[in-house]
T-cell receptor
C-alpha cells in the first residue's frame, strides 16, 4: 500500500508557482521522499528526492517538514508542459528499494 | 541523466501468443530492475522485482508462470507475457535504480491482445 496521501487534483496558472502537497505521516526514519511525474502514455519521470533536508534542482524544489510527515513539491514557474500526474512516494534508498505508487495528483496548468 | 530503454513501445498480438518486452539500462549497470503495469486512469502497480543472476521476486497476486522475467545481464531484463489474453492488455513499464538512489523508468510498452 502507498504510504502517501495527495489531493486528487489541482490547477495553477501558467508562469505561477505550483505547490503540490503530500502527506506521509508514517514515514520511517530511513525512508526517502521521491517525486515523479507521468505524462499520458509515458513512463514516469524522476523529478527530485530527499531525506530530511530541503532539496532543489533544475526542475523543482522539495520542502520537507521538520517532522518529515509531509512535504511540498514546488514548480517555480509552471508551464503548460508541466500538466501531468505527480506522484509522491516514500521508499528506502538504494538499488533494491521498490517504490509503491499511490494515485498521485493531477496538475493542470492553465494558460 | 541515466536512461532506461524499453522496447517495443507498443505491440498488438493475438490471444494465446507470447510477447517479450525488453528493458535496458543504457549508461549504468542495474542489478535490480522493476516491472510495473498500469491500467487506464489508474496508478502503476508493481508486478515483480527482477534480480540479475537470480529468480525474480513477484508481488502477491502476480502469476510467475504467466509473467516470465529474465535478468541475464546487468543491463537487460525481459518480461514475457505468456499465452496472452485480452485481460493482459495493459501498459507495462520497467524501471532500474542507479547507485545514487534514483529510480529511472522506461517509456513503457502498450500491449493490446486481440
Amino acid at each position: 500500500d502507498a504510504k502517501t496521501t495527495q489531493p486528487p487534483s489541482m490547477d495553477c496558472a501558467e508562469g505561477r508557482a505550483a505547490n503540490l502537497p503530500c502527506n506521509h505521516s508514517t514515514i520511517s526514519g530511513n525512508e526517502y521522499v521521491y517525486w515523479y511525474r507521468q505524462i499520458h502514455s509515458q513512463g514516469p519521470q524522476y523529478i527530485i528526492h530527499g531525506l530530511k533536508n530541503n532539496e532543489t534542482n533544475e526542475m523543482a524544489s522539495l520542502i520537507i517538514t521538520e517532522d518529515r510527515k509531509s512535504s511540498t513539491l514546488i514548480l517555480p514557474h509552471a508551464t503548460l508542459r508541466d500538466t501531468a500526474v505527480y506522484y509522491c512516494i516514500v521508499g528506502g534508498a538504494g538499488a533494491n528499494s521498490k517504490l509503491t505508487f499511490g494515485k498521485g495528483i493531477t496538475l493542470s496548468v492553465r494558460p | 541523466g541515466a536512461v532506461v530503454s524499453q522496447h517495443p513501445s507498443w505491440v498488438i498480438c493475438k490471444s494465446g501468443t507470447s510477447v517479450k518486452i525488453e528493458c535496458r539500462s543504457l549508461d549504468f549497470q542495474a542489478t535490480t530492475m522493476f516491472w510495473y503495469r498500469q491500467f487506464p486512469k489508474q496508478s502503476l502497480m508493481l508486478m515483480a522485482t527482477s534480480n540479475e543472476g537470480s529468480k525474480a521476486t513477484y508481488e502477491q497476486g502476480v502469476e510467475k508462470d504467466k509473467f516470465l522475467i529474465n535478468h541475464a545481464s546487468l543491463t537487460l531484463s525481459t518480461l514475457t507475457v505468456t499465452s496472452a489474453h485480452p485481460e493482459d492488455s495493459s501498459f507495462y513499464i520497467c524501471s532500474a535504480a542507479t547507485a545514487a538512489e534514483k529510480l529511472f523508468f522506461g517509456s513503457g510498452t502498450q500491449l493490446s491482445v486481440l
